[in-house]
């Protein structure tokens, strides 16, 4: 990330996050609808926007309208203290 992100960067980094704590969670179901996450998050556009952005850095994988974490994902998870 910048230096000094502005606003909308550092609000695009909380719904990744709160995504991707959402698939790697232990008690997360795999896969997950997309129209799932869109509830949880409640964003259709952010939603959407985090779920491209996910999947081009190969944290999320995706086959039409699910999505799982990756295996390297679910394994950094793992690691953090």
Known sequence: MHENPTPAALDDCKIDSGILVLLVGDDAQRPWAVDEIEREIGDHVATADSLRRLHAAGI??????????????LMADAIRP
């Not at 999320?60 to 994902?73: G, I, K």
């Open 60 to 73: 999320v994988h995706r086959l039409d309208r699910f999505v799982w974490a990756s295996r390297a994902a």
